[in-house]
């Protein structure tokens, strides 16, 4: 079955023109990376010879994909949209809140006995609006679009930052917050800063014990967990036509861990090979006849230095295998150095736990590659020193492994295969003892190794590997065993050694599947009635925000001046504040609790001027709302850093804060406030900052007058009767006014919907 070809279709036929069109403006070559973007430009935006960086730019994706914890504010704010169907295809994925625990089909059963009120909303939300639903146990988000939905070209946008996984697939694909979905699904244009360019030359051809993990272990190292902020990762070179298309896809997925927008390869064989594996040799076909126009221009490959912003070169021929980490997965350490380094630094060097799969490694290869390892230790009776699981992609990898004899083999040596989830990879891993905090070393193929990521131990020391690397890790016990050098005892008391892995690129018998999990929308979903439980502690539909009153804002309340870095919210994709994702009363419960108050230096602890009594941030701005009275928060430099995107500014707008102001915003909480309908600010003068005393009461004057450009006054009226006034900028469009004035975007959205 292929999905949306239609759409395909369309965006194939217009594509050559569009890219044409560019050239011609710019009158010079175009990366890959370059001809997507023009390719997708918003019909509303006039096409312009952009600056990187620099330019805010609308686009229109072709598609949405959304994970089952990121979903549900989305979908509640698109059911306020006003419209009877998604604008452009749009999926559901239930991945995220299946805990892996003991085995795959407890796991799964106790997942869905856990949060079926949540699995029913998004099926009956997705069936009503026309979005297509997979069920718990059909696998990770990531891994289910690049077999149905990922095609060379497009662009599409999904709630989770991993979404870069489908760039293997030569997408532009891009991580976003919901309410970024939202606007996409509602027919709006998508906003985004023009891209800078990463171009890396990959020369030679992977072989042996290296795979393209280490690839991205490699480019981690160099340009840190932050050296890709801002850019496109665009990779080209002998080597990488040389490599499978799920190997692209595994680099591209761990982009996200340098801050990279997105990272794609240009269309090749091994791409078409893929789609033709998975059904959509249709799609191939259609790629086919436009190939020249989804790769770059010859010329930017043959000097990169003149088109892309940074060039990085790697020789895969001469690449080792790398371990990257503890706490970060930049620290790379190619295997080689591993025992000197380890040594050095006091990590354990016992291994507890070794895991593959994920979104980043659970493909056929990525298995098959791991099962040849597991082969050998039954066959050499070597008998694994550590703690092996297994988390298939999806349930199209699992059926099949499980066909071609690799669960059978990895259960040979005591694995775990858990459910088709994200799992120990998000932090979802009931793991045994780890709350005893003991320090100890585990070894896994994902992307993320932050510290308590994956069991919630702040002395688990992850380190992050290959499959294959993990495998014979796993097999050794020890994170100093290097499988290309070093020998192993086996239960005979003989020394031997591991061959290097072999696997196939996809499966020589072709995937299998009996029941892939998806449910299709109803053709007309206006009699489908979405339920949530007016009582649930878990979901709660939302009322549009009201309109401002066309007045300037007179006796704000001073919630809290927040000092120091300040991330708005504290929600961990699987910590405790994950359940209520979908209850905006109860997670606005988490406002502001890490933010330091200014005046005391602690957290969570203002003054409440209703009771005259310290207390936590959330219960001070109920108070405030109880009373009538709105709110005004103030901020230090880049305000909204690190946030969970749509809550942090919905929780405040919520709970009545009526306005933000901080000396410098992150870019996404800044336009998550203006969507919210509240104002974002910034002091013209910082030092204005230091003039906000603890008692005030606030006034913003100059709404009536509001405008691009215009800056508005905060008057600050003093507990000893004095007053200071300064001004403050801020960087609304006519727009993004408009959704000011409406109450929220939303409300705009639902006020054209109805005409």
């Known amino acids: 079955m292929i999905f949306d070809l239609d759409m395909i279709k369309k965006v194939y036929a217009e594509f050559p023109a569009k890219v044409d069109k560019a050239k011609a403006l710019l ?70 809140l299946i805990q892996a625990k003991i085995g795959a089909d407890k796991d799964l059963q106790e997942a869905i006995n856990k949060n079926n009120e949540v699995y029913n909303f998004l099926a009956s939300v997705s069936n009503k609006y026309g979005l297509g639903f997979w069920k718990p146990g059909a696998g990770i988000i990531h891994q289910v679009v690049l077999e149905n939905y990922a095609f060379p070209g497009g662009m599409m946008i999904g709630t989770d930052s991993h979404t870069v996984n489908a760039g293997g697939l030569g997408m532009i694909a891009i991580g976003v917050g919901g309410a970024d979905a939202v606007d996409v699904m509602a027919g709006m244009a998508w906003e985004l800063k023009w891209p800078k360019l990463i171009g890396v030359k ?35 070179g002998e080597g990488v036509t040389a490599m499978s298309c799920t190997g692209k896809g595994t680099i591209a997925n761990m982009g996200a861990e340098i801050g990279a927008t997105t990272s794609t390869f240009g269309y090749d064989d091994s791409m078409s090979r893929y789609l033709s594996g ?38 895969l021929d001469t690449l080792e295998p790398h371990l990257n980490g503890p706490f970060t997965p930049d620290l790379a350490t190619p ?10 630094n006091g990590w354990p060097l016992e291994v507890k736990v070794g895991l593959i799969g994920s979104c980043t490694n659970s493909s056929y290869e990525d298995i098959s590659r791991a099962a040849s390892l597991a082969k050998q230790a039954v066959e050499k009776h070597i008998k694994p020193k550590a703690q092996f699981t297994i988390t298939p992609g999806s349930e199209q990898v699992r059926f099949t492994i499980e066909r071609d004899g690799f669960i059978e083999t990895f259960e040979k040596i005591g694995a775990n295969v858990f459910a088709n989830a994200c799992g120990p990879c998000i932090g979802q891993w009931s793991r045994e003892g780890a709350e005893l905090g003991e320090k100890n070393t585990i070894v896994h193929s994902f992307n993320r190794n932050f510290a308590k990521r994956a069991d919630g131990n702040p002395n688990t020391y992850a380190f992050v590997g290959s499959p294959e690397l993990v495998t014979a890790i796993a097999i050794a ?33 072709g995937f299998a599947v009996e029941d892939a999990g ?102 001070t701005a109920r108070a405030y709302k109880a009373a009538g009275l709105g709110s005004i928060v103030f901020g230090d430099e880049n305000y909204g850093e690190g946030s969970s995107r749509e809550h942090a500014a919905m929780e405040p707008r919520f709970l009545g804060v009526r306005a933000v102001v901080v000396k410098s915003f992150a870019r996404i909480h800044e336009t998550n406030l203006k969507k919210q309908g509240m104002l974002a600010l910034t002091f013209v003068n910082k030092a204005d900052y230091d003039k906000v005393q603890e008692k005030d009461t606030i006034d913003i004057v100059g709404l009536t007058e509001f405008a691009p450009g215009k800056n508005l006054t905060i008057v600050l009226h003093h507990a000893d009767g004095t007053t200071d006034s300064f001004e403050v900028a801020h960087s609304y469009n006519a727009q993004q006014i408009g959704w000011f004035v409406a109450g929220s975007a939303l409300n705009l959205i639902k006020m054209h919907a109805a005409g």
């Open 518 to 619: 998806f449910q299709a929308p109803a053709e007309d979903g206006s009699s489908v009635e979405v339920i949530v439980n007016p009582a649930s502690d878990r979901l709660q539909l939302l009322e549009g925000f009201k309109p401002w009153e066309g007045t300037d804002l007179t006796g704000l309340k001073l919630l809290i001046k927040a000092k120091g870095k300040c991330t708005t919210d504290h929600i961990s994709m699987a910590g405790p504040w994950l359940r209520f994702r979908g209850h905006l009363d109860n997670i606005s419960n988490n406002m502001l609790i890490g933010a330091v108050n200014a005046f005391n230096d602690k957290t969570d602890n203002v003054l409440n001027e209703v009771s005259g009594e310290y207390g936590p941030v959330p219960a």
């Open 278 to 315: 998975t059904g959509r040799a249709d799609v191939a076909a259609l790629a086919d006849t436009i190939k020249t126009y989804l790769n770059a221009d010859k010329e930017c490959y043959d000097e990169p230095e003149k088109y892309f912003d940074q060039v990085i070169e790697i020789d």
């Open 27 to 96: 009158n010079r070559p175009l990366t890959l990376a370059e001809k997507i973007l023009f390719a997708h430009l918003h019909e509303s935006q006039d096409l312009q010879n952009f600056e990187r960086g620099k330019s805010y730019v609308d686009f229109a994706p072709d598609r949405v994909a959304m994970q089952d914890a990121t979903a549900q504010m989305a979908l509640l704010q698109f059911m306020q949209a006003g419209r009877k169907k998604v604008a452009v295809p749009s999926t559901v994925h239930a991945d995220h």
């Open 202 to 236: 990959l020369t030679g051809k992977l072989n042996g014990w290296t795979s393209p993990k280490d690839v991205i272990l490699k480019v981690a190292g160099i340009l840190t967990v932050k050296g890709g902020t801002g850019a496109i990762v665009e990779y080209f």
């Open 477 to 509: 016990g020890r994170l100093d065993f290097n499988p290309i050098t070093d020998t192993l005892t086996n239960e005979n008391g003989e020394q031997v050694k591991l061959d290097e892995p072999t696997g196939f690129e996809l499966p020589p018998n």
């Open 335 to 344: 295997i080689s150095k591993m025992k000197e380094e380890a040594v050095k």
